[in-house]
């Protein structure tokens, strides 16, 4: 098992950061987090944003390391993730809308309606939600209902309509969870945040030996 | 041609940027692009960031609808604007870093290599650069040494480095061009400014009688 090699510059972006972010009361595991969200943003606002439960980085390693798949709600997020995730566990990646039915229910949104297909499919997946809000609500009702048990969710919905109520059903579930506060999100820091947590893993899976 | 309708949420997302956005001397046409772009970060400082060559909007509104195939640098940047395309022009979109070669120059980044390769094939395309600054310096001096002629360039590259030159770089070139001041930027943002352009070259479309 090789360290993880991010680019050259990737290492140079983060010394800027590492310079400019001042004080926090972040882990080191949960400031790599947020300093690579902030590399893929150049926005220093997710320092202040960025909320894990305590669980999330530890769980999310053993999952990573076991193969659990990692699900995401949009096809953008699955891309942003993909290069590294082969680069190290080599997870099954799948984005919920393209397995949507091809007619949703009324009042569905397509990506609720693949991403509900897919939970049915791996209740224990990593599920990552860079995008639509209404797929977050509908994981964590299914969650509150006990019919799917995720490894991780992570909540970056961005916008104006339903994004903090999504935000804030998650946060309140008893799971492995790190979501973004308030409106921001995107496709881009969804699949920030996964990256850090899969070369966390795999450092860890060094430091346990298994190198 | 019917008319392009967005989900309905993306609607309401945008009723209530327009009840936030403040004063801004942007022309009808620029604040759409803004717009798209706050609704993709939930982030209004992009009301002051984004920069608009006076030619830009009109020029990329004939390239799409003669059918000029779309280079972005990234697979996220194509992930991000396909769909939008899909339902209008079906302009080709090519990914740049998808045509590296196999065996880079030594000091080129494998996604400004493929970018050069794309421009040589499609010196007329519009380029969209959301990631890698590398790629955006590169074209700027193909630009200027007059071997390729975009119909627009979008400069949106996000981070700390070589990022602000390769905007200056654009900024100082005479050819239709919109760009991302400062550090800001990202793949969501350069798709949020293209699915905004193909949406009024639609629109245009149908007010010069294309009905």
Known sequence: MPAFEDH??????????????????LSPEGYA?????IHATADFEFKKLL???DDAIAATSMALQAGCPIVTDV?????GLRRIV??????????AIEHAPKSPLPDQTRTEAGLLRCAQQYP??????????????ALCRQVSEGTVHPSLVVGAPVGFINVIES???LSDLEIPRIWVAGRKGGSGVAAAIVNALVILAWERGMGDGYG
Chains 1, 2 share one sequence.
Do not use: C, W
């Open 86 to 95: 082969r680069e190290t566990f080599q997870n099954p990646v799948i984005a």
């Open 167 to 169: 935000k804030q059903a």
């Open 33 to 37: 987090v947020v300093r690579r969200v």
């Open 51 to 53: 909320r894990f439960s």
């Open 124 to 137: 224990h997946a990593l599920f990552v939600i860079g995008n639509a809000p209404t797929a977050l609500l």
């Open 75 to 79: 096809g953008m997020v699955a891309q």
């Open 8 to 25: 050259p510059i990737v290492y140079q972006s983060f010394a800027v950061i590492d310079q400019e972010i001042g004080e926090h009361d």
